[in-house]
């Protein structure tokens, strides 16, 4: 086929797709396509402008090392990280639903909310024991967490595991220091009834890195670059659907405006000030701190 015009353009392309062997990518690529042609339809797109977006895409791919990725920015800023989440959330719910074990079933709760992983995450983060200050050293104003891993049905999940991190008290990350090692990150797991405890710092908001060209972007469409204070956590345990998400400090500015739409109120926690003194695990702090609670649900796995 020779297209003559645009439809048939977009025909011609789809007809490319014939001899695709996997069903699944032959069903993405022909929405793809599908869709970037009535994109470029719908705006009237000339070709500077579309050389603008290759070069965009290229500073992009340009602007990743093994310490940033600007892609999972610019999927986060777009919305599409969050997207891709909730889809997925939703998928294990209904499988959930159809293996007999929503959460409308014997008194069971959703699962805890999952929000995005963001581009901070580092691998390999130290074990340690409950009760442990994993950011002894780090600037910022102390923060006790508390609470406990059960599944949807209230049961207690023992030794599941808390892959925690985040930003110091400025909002800053280990990974955005050249040549500092890992900071204000660890695994714990819970005891034998499912409860967890450890020290960081309480979080504060900060802006994502708007040194590329995503910030450019966000320049352009009269954005600003800002997260809220939060603490990134994965949450697993075996036979359950493991949760990647954040615990958000209410009252935090930006709570209502994140820049990659991550905040979901389920996931909003009062921190609870309090002055020098005992800590609620026998600890004597000699400055003020805050402390934080929050019991995780993990969805058994469908099977």
Do not use: K
């Amino acid at each position: 086929m020779t297209p003559s015009n645009e439809n048939e353009l977009t025909q011609a392309a789809l007809q490319r797709l014939e001899g695709a062997t996997n069903p699944r990518f032959a069903q993405i690529m022909q929405s793809l396509i599908t869709h970037l042609h009535a994109f470029a339809r719908e705006v009237d797109l000339t070709p500077d402008e579309w050389m603008r977006g290759i070069d965009f895409l290229t500073a992009t791919g340009r602007a990743c090392t093994g310490q940033r990725q600007e892609f999972i920015l610019l999927s986060d800023t777009l919305g599409l990280s969050m997207m891709v989440v909730m889809l997925e959330q939703a998928r294990a719910a209904r499988a959930a639903a159809s293996a007999g074990r929503d959460a409308g079933a014997l008194g069971a709760t959703p699962a805890t909310d999952a929000t995005v992983q963001g581009p901070y995450y580092w691998s390999g983060a130290p074990d340690v024991a409950c009760g442990t200050d994993i950011a002894d050293g780090v600037p910022g104003e102390p923060a006790f967490y508390s609470g406990r891993v059960t599944d949807t049905r209230g049961q207690p999940i023992a030794g599941a595991l808390l892959d925690v991190w985040s930003g110091d008290g400025e909002g800053v990350y280990d990974m955005q220091v050249e040549g500092a090692g890992m900071a204000a990150r660890a695994r714990l797991r819970t005891d034998a009834e499912g409860r967890y405890w450890f020290w960081s710092i309480r979080p504060a908001h900060y802006p994502v890195p708007v040194d590329g060209p995503v910030g450019a972007m966000l320049g352009g469409m009269g954005r600003h670059p800002n997260r809220p204070g939060h603490i990134h956590m994965t949450v697993s345990a075996p036979g359950h659907v493991p949760v990647t998400t954040h615990l958000f400090v209410a009252g935090s500015p930006y709570i209502d405006s994140d820049a990659v739409f991550g905040v979901r109120p389920s996931l909003v926690v009062d921190f609870e000030p309090h002055p020098p003194g005992p800590a609620p695990d026998g600890r004597v702090q000699d400055r003020p701190f805050w402390s934080a609670h929050y019991d995780f649900r993990l969805q058994p796995t469908a099977v």
